[in-house]
């Protein structure tokens, strides 16, 4: 592993016990590879890479790919990085881009993507990788409960079902995925680059034919910026993201393949009924984009009201 490709600044020498574990990683492959896209995200990498070293399941690599970073901090502190932790550089491309050259330099059938300023209790990998080895093939992916921090404090209670995904994201992006899955669906969509890549994403995956399990304990810890609470407050972005989703996916939404979607996982826990979600795409395509955008405002306002009642109580 040469310096450029392990963060470490070329001609610096390495401890021997850093050096057998570099020549050791270089002819195993392991079991997950981690992949963190970085964009001047260096302040969190301390804490993500201490999560990490706690973990119970200890057969992993780590792959952090800087999406063109422009502080110094971040700079120095990946160059700083142990000789094992790969660092990929590449110009800004977006978090899709910088996912998708995590997962194509992944070594490992199982690949668990994660942001910078993420963390996970000590038995997530070992928990998700038991889970996914007894799974059946159509399995794509294993996915935990989150505890929330930072902006906003609570449980996110995930889970899946693909009628359900079309119209409201009940997923994380923190799942332990088979790669041959992310390679199925394209990878990440890299014209998204406003968001909702990872909503799109686990479109993409049940229309594949990949269905998740879900772990119902708090395993991986999500931290809310006050940046990420603005953007899902946004209705007019939500509007403009969720009419490029319909697009892409076409088929889903029309009329037969929305049935199709509902008879098949109607008997799975799901939020959203037949009734609602045609009304909604009825309303998405008569009313003009700004009064859709205004009624969607309306709707995330009375469920999160009502979601603070029940939490409440």
Request: proline share 4%.
């Amino acid at each position: 592993m040469s310096g450029a490709a392990s963060g470490r600044p070329p001609g610096t020498p390495l401890s021997r016990e850093a050096a057998t574990r570099s020549m050791s990683n270089q002819f195993h492959a392991p079991a997950v590879s981690v992949v963190v896209p970085c964009y001047n995200g260096g302040r969190f990498i301390d804490q993500l890479l201490a999560s990490l070293a706690r973990q119970t399941f200890r057969d992993f690599e780590i792959i952090i790919v800087d999406d063109g970073s422009t502080d110094p901090q971040t700079a120095a502190k990946l160059a700083a990085l142990a000789a094992d932790i790969r660092v990929i550089r590449q110009e800004n491309g977006g978090l899709s881009s910088a996912r998708n050259t995590g997962f194509r330099a992944a070594r490992a059938d199982l690949v668990l993507p994660l942001d910078c300023d993420d963390s996970l209790e000590p038995q997530f990998l070992e928990e998700t990788v038991a889970a996914m080895r007894t799974a059946p093939a159509d399995v794509g992916f294993v996915f935990t409960d989150e505890r929330l921090t930072g902006a906003r404090s609570g449980l996110a209670n995930n889970r899946f079902n693909a009628f359900d995904q079309l119209f409201v994201n009940h997923l994380t992006y923190c799942m332990l995925l088979r790669k041959s899955a992310w390679r199925a669906v394209g990878g990440y969509d890299e014209n998204m680059r406003d968001g909702y890549e990872d909503w799109e994403f686990n479109i993409a995956l049940a229309k594949a034919g990949y269905r998740g399990i879900g772990i119902r304990k708090p395993l991986s810890i999500y931290w809310v910026s006050s940046e990420g609470m603005l953007m899902s407050r946004s209705s007019a972005l939500h509007a403009r993201l969720w009419g490029y989703i319909r697009r892409k996916h076409r088929d889903l939404y029309r009329l037969p393949g929305l049935l199709r979607q509902w008879w098949k996982w109607r008997a799975t826990p799901h939020d959203v009924s037949l009734a609602y979600a045609l009304a909604l795409l009825a309303i998405a395509i008569v009313l003009p984009g700004a009064w859709f955008s205004a009624l969607v405002r309306f709707v995330r306002a009375r469920r999160l009201a009502n979601a603070a009642a029940a939490a409440a109580r």
